[in-house]
């Protein structure tokens, strides 16, 4: 609870219609920002916190409602809720990453936090197309390098730091530096103008997530999704994780995803909706969703390539000959399958 005197509360105004303020936003407490953020209102009788000891009920709802789309954009300010957040250039992702503002998108339910300035890449390292203009205009089609196992083992440099109170952000940094540490490019960044390195998709997000300014918090699943460009060809993998201590519902809902290995399980409808950042995909319900993804070598019994894309790459067993791969029983190899030295985090695979 708020406290302080009767002569605090007296000199204190709504942040909204300058009216004695009798109550405050829980959130900006724990958040410990200024007291000036008050509001007479309230969103709803069991998100109150009373400034002074007795009856919180002293005012209606209507300023907080009234309030409450740009008041919730405090809470995301991964500085000091203030315009910091602003001059280090953190801004909200608009027209699929074309585009930022400082107001808070509005969305029904969630949606996004503020993302940070674009990652830089070394020169050094050999960038796709897409990473001048934003337009992919020549897909890679070379033979099969390392590429997959740098994209394994930066998934688990990421998953390693997986825990409450980190942010997204902070996972596409790790994401950004591991990729360019073992001479790749992150083939997410300014495809099609995407702005980050990696996707983080959290809770009812289903894929497409941008790292923004938002604390992982206890019970969340979030899905990384890594793809590494590496002289031509593209690794390709994701998985969901979780974050502390989460619910019986979501250890089954992603255990399950990760025995269908499909590309995304919701545990409500399967419709989505879009946020207003033109990228990330939701599910219509708020429900959450898991998803796990592997690029996989497929070997086609033909004289002729079929076709290669970022998750799936089909070869003819000639073709076998430069990627120094071995055919399977079933002709599928999983490329990028989880290490000896991955982190032991799904605990069905415990023996």
């Given at each position: 609870?708020?406290?302080?005197s ?21 959130k ?11 509001l ?76 940070s300035p ?13 990473a001048?203009?934003g337009?992919?205009?020549i ?54 103008f ?9 809770n ?12 992982l918090?206890?019970?969340d ?65 708020g ?33 076998l ?10 002709g ?20």
């Open positions: 609870m708020a406290g302080g009767g002569s605090d509360a007296v000199s204190l105004s709504c942040a909204r219609c300058a009216k004695p303020a009798h109550l405050q936003c829980p900006c407490v724990q958040l410990k920002l200024p007291r000036k953020l008050l007479s209102g309230s969103l709803s009788f069991l998100l109150l916190m009373p400034i002074v000891d007795g009856n919180p009920l002293s005012s209606s709802q209507d300023c907080f409602k009234a309030s409450w789309t740009s008041h919730k954009s405090l809470h995301s300010n991964p500085i000091s809720g203030n315009s910091t957040q602003q001059d280090l250039g953190w801004f909200y992702c608009l027209r699929e990453g074309q585009a930022r503002t400082p107001k808070l998108p509005h969305f029904d339910w969630t949606g996004p936090y503020p993302i674009k990652r830089t890449v070394p020169t050094h390292i050999h960038q796709p197309d897409w001048i203009d337009i992919p205009k897909e890679p089609n070379s033979d099969l390098q390392y590429v997959v196992e740098i994209a394994r083992e930066v998934l688990d440099a990421a998953s390693r730091i997986v825990r409450p109170g980190i942010t997204t952000a902070e996972i596409d940094a790790v994401v950004h530096e591991a990729t360019i540490a073992a001479g790749g490019y992150p083939s997410p960044l300014n495809y099609n995407f702005p980050k390195s990696c996707c983080t998709s959290v009812e997000v289903i894929c497409h997530g941008i790292p923004d300014a938002r604390k918090e206890d019970g699943i979030v899905n990384v999704d890594v793809s590494v460009y590496y002289k031509g060809l593209h690794g390709d993998l994701n998985e969901t994780f979780f974050v502390g201590n989460v619910d019986e519902a979501s250890k089954r809902l992603v255990q399950h995803t990760y025995e269908c290995l499909d590309n995304a399980i919701a545990a409500g409808v399967w419709r989505d909706r879009m946020w207003p950042d033109g990228w990330a995909n939701v599910t219509a319900d429900k959450l969703s898991a998803q796990f993804e592997h690029t996989l070598l497929v070997i086609f019994f033909s004289e002729n390539l079929v076709y290669m894309n970022l998750s799936v790459l089909v070869v003819t067993p000639a073709r000959v430069y990627t120094n791969m071995q055919v399977t029983d079933t599928v190899e999983v490329l990028t399958e989880r290490l000896p030295s991955s982190p032991k985090v799904f605990p069905w695979l415990s023996p």
